[in-house]
């Protein structure tokens, strides 16, 4: 009796397999592509989070900066660093309360860090992906034209002359804007995305 079954021919396996193997390279690219689409909203929340987190902290402790004395505010500035005198929260025996601290924020050596000053091994870090960042330093505008109120310097106080130098070593600025970069990439640290923001302080809107 004659076998009826019916083989496969060479042209059909072929013809199966490249019909597998582009539906194989299909479903790789589609689910390629989910994961890098995911890995882009990760990556992009972690940015906004971290610079989040650096300008809120930020603001936090400018928001009690307070004269340190007559004469002598104690807020210096830079284009990469700032010093100045704050209220900040403290704990001893697991109780939370006040107490004058000396803050200290720096960029070196592509590290951004929070220190207090008035304590030993206070130093703090934030995420590495922070590149760069600056400081300015806001006064009044002496120009009744002018298109804002804020004339902005990159120290604090200024050098010269020595009559506002003076006068700006015995108070604090208006704002602080500050602005700083962070790494889209953080294997190949290249590209990067700013981020400004502009923090007023409390104290005379008159004074210069």
Do not use: H
Not at 87 to 94: H, L, M, P, R, V
Not at 121 to 129: D, E, K, L, P, V
Not at 160 to 182: E, G, H, M, N, Y
């Amino acid at each position: 009796m004659l076998n009826n079954k019916k083989a496969f021919t060479l042209v059909e396996v072929l013809l199966a397999s490249a019909i597998f193997a582009i539906l194989a390279v299909g479903l790789y690219s589609l689910f390629y592509s989910a994961i890098r689409n995911y890995q882009k909203i990760e990556d992009s929340s972690e940015i906004y989070n971290t610079q989040r987190l650096v300008f809120s902290q930020i603001q936090r402790d400018l928001r009690n900066a307070f004269i340190y004395k007559t004469g002598d505010s104690g807020f210096i500035g830079s284009s990469n660093k700032l010093d100045f005198y704050t209220i900040t929260n403290a704990y001893k025996n697991s109780t939370l309360y006040r107490e004058a601290a000396q803050i200290e924020y720096a960029f070196n050596n592509n590290a951004l860090t929070r220190q207090i000053l008035t304590k030993e091994n206070a130093q703090s870090s934030f995420s590495s992906q922070v590149k760069d960042l600056s400081f300015e330093y806001a006064r009044k505008s002496d120009d009744p034209k002018a298109s804002s109120a804020y004339v902005w310097q990159e120290v604090w106080p200024v050098e010269a002359p020595q009559d506002i130098s003076l006068q700006q070593k015995a108070r604090l600025p208006l704002a602080l804007r500050v602005k700083i970069f962070i790494s889209l990439d953080k294997a190949k640290n290249t590209d990067t995305v700013a981020f400004t923001k502009v923090i007023p302080l409390f104290c005379d809107v008159n004074e210069k």
